[in-house]
């Protein structure tokens, strides 16, 4: 059964920093690239961020490039994605998922990646 477990969300102030966690089997991050995906209330499921299997290419969404950092510790078998300069548009639930190859998909869709979502972990950002 793949399942992934997403944590580290919160409330932070805007211009503030979070890093998520994403827990995963040895056997998923031997296997697939993970991408990190965010929905806002009444809005549609987006991609953020992607890291390939081999943590050698690393994708983001135009509007978080230079803030955000997607990286994997093989050893903890986690996927962490580190937030820096929070803004309130950054305000969302935060979920990981496989991709359905060892590549980043070229899109940020949902397409490309598996159909396995976890609980998420909400991250607000507020004054």
């Known amino acids: 059964q793949v399942q992934l477990v997403e944590s580290g969300g919160g409330l932070v102030q805007p211009g503030g920093s979070l890093r998520l966690s994403c827990a995963a089997s040895?056997?998923?991050?031997?296997?697939?690239?993970i991408g990190w995906f965010r929905q806002a209330p009444g809005k549609e499921r987006e991609g953020v961020s992607c890291?390939?299997?081999?943590?050698?290419?690393?994708h983001y969404l135009d509007s978080v490039k230079g803030r955000f950092t997607i990286s994997r510790d093989v050893a903890k078998n986690t996927v962490y994605l580190q937030m820096n300069s929070l803004k309130p548009e950054d305000t969302a639930v935060y979920y990981c998922?496989?991709?359905?190859?060892?590549?980043?998909?070229?899109?940020?869709?949902?397409?490309?990646?598996?159909?396995?979502w976890g609980q998420g972990t909400l991250v607000t950002v507020s004054s």
């Open positions: 998922v496989p991709a359905s190859t060892y590549a980043c998909p070229r899109s940020n869709n949902k397409s490309g990646y598996l159909e396995v």
């Open positions: 890291i390939s299997r081999s943590s050698d290419a690393t």
């Open positions: 040895r056997l998923i991050l031997d296997t697939y690239a």
